[in-house]
């Protein structure tokens, strides 16, 4: 594998730098029909986005990926955990999860796994006994009116001192965060299986663009990695 060169995006930071990394099947699909999680990523590639988590101010993760796969989103190795301290940090990034009807559930792994910040975006019509219960275990930032409003996020986010966002997944949050131009670079690694089923989320699920609105990549890099790719885009600006 190649020397791990970390976020190639030396943009003014005007917002936060903001990246998406997934693991998809050789048909681009996130998981199974049944939304059950599965081992794309093999050893390699589990140690680069170990990587990439230590490195990065916060992980951001859908509601929808913490009911069926209850991530506990912390970094794996003892090595990088300790290097963060060293430099200050608390031993995981921030752990964000975007959830406009506040359905975390209380007892999830990320609340009982690792230290370090907690937030929890919901929108102001988040139900507010269970948003109380949440602020007991989170940070919460209400925004949005039925749904969380992604860009006031990722503003309320800087504000905090959030310098760098990896989006893990899934589908439907891949989409809100491409479609409403917040994303930067997009790291997707490609696996040797196949997983089909129409109803299995893919790379990027919501409504889908337009012709006209298609969003345009740029390639930086393709790497083989043990039996899959590793690919490496630079999300067009102004397209
Ligand atoms: N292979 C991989 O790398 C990964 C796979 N996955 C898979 O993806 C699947 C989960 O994906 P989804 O069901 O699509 O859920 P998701 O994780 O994308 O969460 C979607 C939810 O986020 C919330 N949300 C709130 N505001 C939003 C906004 N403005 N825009 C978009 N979403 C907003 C909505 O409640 C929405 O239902 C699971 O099966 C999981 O296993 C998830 C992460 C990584
Ligand atoms: N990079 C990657 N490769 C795979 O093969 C995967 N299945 C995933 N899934 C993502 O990892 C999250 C689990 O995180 P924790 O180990 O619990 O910290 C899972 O929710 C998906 O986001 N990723």
Redesign the pocket.
């Known amino acids: 594998m190649l020397p791990i060169k970390l976020f190639s995006g030396a943009r003014k930071m005007e917002k936060p730098f903001i990246f998406i ?3 998809m099947s050789a048909d681009g699909k996130l998981s199974t029909k049944e939304r059950k ?5 093999g050893k390699l ?2 140690e680069r ?1 170990d990587e990439l988590r230590a490195q990065a101010d916060a992980i951001m ?1 859908g509601i929808g ?1 913490v009911l069926s ?1 209850d ?4 970094v ?1 190795s003892q090595e990088r955990r300790a290097a963060r301290k060293a430099a200050g940090k608390d031993e995981n990034p921030v752990r964000i999860v975007v959830d406009s009807s506040a359905r975390t559930p209380l007892d999830a ?1 990320i609340f009982k796994k690792g230290e370090g910040t907690r937030i929890i975006a919901v929108s102001n019509s988040a139900p507010a006994e269970k948003v109380r219960k949440l602020e007991e275990k989170a940070v919460v930032i209400r925004t949005g009116t039925e749904k969380v409003d992604l860009e006031e996020l990722v503003r309320k986010l800087k504000e905090m001192g959030i310098k760098t966002i990896m989006v ?3 589908a439907t949050l891949n989409w809100g965060m491409l479609s409403a131009g917040l994303v930067d670079e997009i790291y997707t ?1 490609v ?1 040797n299986l196949i997983i089909g089923g129409k109803t299995a989320p893919t790379f990027t699920d919501g409504e889908g663009f337009t012709e006209a609105e298609l969003l345009g990549l740029e390639l930086l890099s393709a790497e083989k990695i043990e039996d899959g790719i590793l690919l490496k885009w630079k999300v067009k600006k102004g397209n």
Do not use: H
Not at 37 to 41: A, E, F, M, T
Not at 71 to 74: G, I, Q, R, W, Y
């Open positions: 990394n997934s693991a999680q599965v081992r794309i990523s590639d589990f986005v993760v990926t796969d991530p506990s989103l912390t794996k792994d893990e997944g899934g690694f696996g």
